[in-house]
């Protein structure tokens, strides 16, 4: 659905091409949450948005939605792996957050042509 897509890729460059703001040493955390909480709650509540948005999902479609999303995760952890479990400083929860709204976007986007195709 989204993680075959160059727009995915995309964006995984983006955020390959972004990790010096992960790098270094920890910083003044936003709050208790590590960097791939952070991630995890941002997607969890974008998907939340995806699905709400989109009630004519079936229940087959909605599955494979979290599927996606746990395949980002897995993604994010790959990535993040030497940074995942920081505090998160104020600048990486804002990118995150942003992060986390592009992913929607892919996701609004993929959800719309299926729709349409129906």
């Given at each position: 659905m989204v993680t075959d897509k160059d727009g995915y890729m995309?964006?995984?460059?983006?955020?390959?091409?972004?990790?010096?703001?992960?790098?270094?040493k920890e910083g003044a955390g936003?709050?208790?949450?590590?960097?791939?909480?952070?991630f995890e709650e941002q997607l969890s509540?974008?998907?939340?948005?995806?699905c709400g948005q989109n009630p004519s999902l079936t229940f087959a479609q909605r599955n494979q939605v979290i599927r996606e999303i746990d395949a980002i995760v897995y993604d994010?952890?790959?990535i993040l792996?030497?940074?995942a479990n920081r505090k998160a400083?104020?600048?990486?929860?804002?990118f995150i957050t942003e992060f986390s709204g592009l992913i929607k976007n892919l996701f609004d986007q993929e959800i719309s042509k299926i729709l349409i195709a129906e």
């Open positions: 995309h964006l995984i460059q983006f955020l390959t091409e972004h990790l010096g703001l992960f790098e270094g936003v709050s208790d949450d590590t960097v791939m909480e952070l509540a974008q998907i939340i948005m995806v994010l952890e790959e792996a030497s940074v400083t104020p600048k990486q929860s804002i």
